[in-house]
């Protein structure tokens, strides 16, 4: 080879003909231009590329800070050190300027980060060329943060005395006189039935004394958590509402609907520490689980639900958190008047009832006790009814909410089995396997969950949450 090129250079030195060499001469110069060119180009291609990318990372993260600020843009100085750690520009090319212009629509919001760069020139700068000038955009869109209202339906009922493990029920039957499981919370009463007062011997005040937990107290714990939870996971100022109703066969207002759910006065969370046990009534009736008053209230209060692209058409959901046993009056009122038509003589059969009637809040403190039969005279003719319902609850009242197109999830609180209770020997283990089935009717598909000896009511509660916010990211 080396000959070889060595022959051809002599030749090249003999050769007479001058046209030869002149034309390699004039060409030698573009040439080594153009190849000069290629490998500059080819440098800024490399480096657009990188800042191409730098730019989509940047615009990514503009738009999802953004949703979560009230779709306030991160400032200028903010996106050029962020896209400059990613590009990791080297000396020789230099960043003169990266900007981000938004955009928004009624359900999205638009981001599109742009800049420009000079890079050093090699093979160029002798052809007068020391940089070159290039450029580049990235746009990212996101759907805004739906705005949605969360209503809590507790039960606060009596059975939500029991103690929250097999440890407090063990623990509030070693303490009270007759072995009782439930820490049932009573007033003082005179001889007519009149309120004068709370009890301080009641269970209720044993179970306080004797650092027993029940049901009621975790379920305050998990609903104060909760609004924690709720105020952490908000991408923009008053997402999410919340309203807190607990019931028993009334009932009673928590916190009203409130964006205020961690700060100011007042606030959901403080608010929430105001969940207890309902009172039992006089000559202690514990008729006090109404499904019907409790869903029929809570369908009034509940607005029809949005799409969640403002305030005003925030999406709704219902979370119902109970153990499932109805027990509520029906039949006669106090004043031996009926106050609905006779039911069967079997009054646990709600194949037989006819759907109870609401006693109103003035005749509960004298209702008649227990399940006992009462002769009542309906149009002229004497009947025998009895004044207790304890059942299964009625799904089509969830049918009514669902229908409206609010979803509602169900936390399912089973009674601890109690082997020496008679009440629960007698009433609610007949119904335990019926519960579940019942429950998992009212909810909306995907929304039922049960409190198992390895999740509590606080877990289950943040479980809940957690899945009304995947539904509500998979509607966008």
């Known amino acids: 080879m080396l000959d070889f090129l060595t022959r051809r250079l002599r030749r090249f030195r003999k050769e007479t003909a001058g046209n030869v060499v002149v034309i390699f001469a004039l060409s030698l110069l573009p040439l080594t231009g153009l190849a000069g060119a290629a490998i500059d180009y080819s440098r800024v291609n490399a480096e657009r590329m990188k800042l191409d990318n730098a730019a989509d990372a940047a ?5 999802t800070k953004s949703a979560r600020n009230n779709l306030a843009l991160p400032d200028q100085a903010e996106i050029q050190t962020y896209f400059k750690a990613l590009a990791q520009i080297p000396s020789d090319v230099v960043l003169t300027e990266v900007s981000a212009t938004p955009r928004t629509s009624v359900t999205s ?44 339906l507790l039960d606060n009922s009596p059975s939500m005395g029991l103690g929250a493990t097999d440890d407090d029920i063990a623990k509030l039957q070693s303490v009270t006189p007759d072995s009782c499981a439930f820490a049932c919370h009573q007033h003082t009463f005179d001889s007519k039935g009149r ?38 996971a908000q991408q923009m100022t008053s997402q ?14 928590i916190s009203d609907l409130s964006g205020n759910l961690t700060t100011g006065a007042p ?35 509940m607005p029809a639900p949005g799409d969640g692209s403002t305030a005003n ?61 009462v002769s009542v005279t309906i149009n002229g003719k004497k009947k025998t009814v009895y004044n207790r319902l304890i059942t299964t609850m009625d799904t089509t009242l969830c049918d009514t909410v669902k229908n409206r197109n609010i979803r509602i999830a169900v936390l399912y609180t089973p009674y601890l089995p ?47 949450f957690r899945a009304a916010l995947s539904a509500v990211r998979l509607t966008q």
């Open 313 to 373: 058409q925030a999406m709704q959901f219902l979370f119902l958190v109970t153990d499932g046993v109805q027990d509520q009056p029906v039949g006669a009122s106090p004043d031996g008047n009926a106050s609905g038509a006779a039911n069967t003589a079997d009054p646990y059969d709600p194949k037989k009832y006819t759907p109870p009637n609401v006693v109103t809040q003035s005749n509960l403190l004298s209702y008649k006790a227990g399940n006992v039969p």
């Open 59 to 63: 615009a990514l993260a503009a738009v």
């Open 418 to 464: 109690i082997p020496s209770n008679g009440f629960y020997n007698s009433y609610v283990a007949p119904l335990a396997p019926a519960i579940p089935t019942k429950l998992k009717a009212c909810a909306s598909p995907g929304f039922y969950f049960e409190v198992t000896p390895t999740q509590g009511i606080d877990e289950a509660m943040q479980a809940m």
């Open 195 to 232: 309120i004068t007062g709370d009890s301080t011997t009641d269970y209720y005040t044993i179970a306080k004394k004797n650092n027993v937990t029940t049901r009621i107290d975790v379920l305050r714990s998990a609903t104060k958590n909760l609004a924690q939870s709720a105020f952490n």
């Open 109 to 152: 919001v638009f981001v599109t980060v742009s800049y420009t760069a000079t890079i050093k020139t090699s093979f160029l700068a002798a052809l007068g060329f020391d940089k070159l000038t290039f450029g580049g955009s990235s746009t990212s869109a996101a759907d805004k943060p739906k705005f949605v209202n969360f209503y809590l």
């Open 240 to 253: 999410f509402k919340m309203a807190v109703y607990t019931f028993s066969d009334t009932v009673q207002t």
């Open 267 to 301: 606030n959901v969370k403080d608010m929430a520490s105001g969940i207890d046990l309902a009172y039992a009534y006089y000559n202690q009736r514990d008729t006090q689980t109404s499904f019907d008053t409790a869903m029929t209230h809570i369908n009034t209060n």
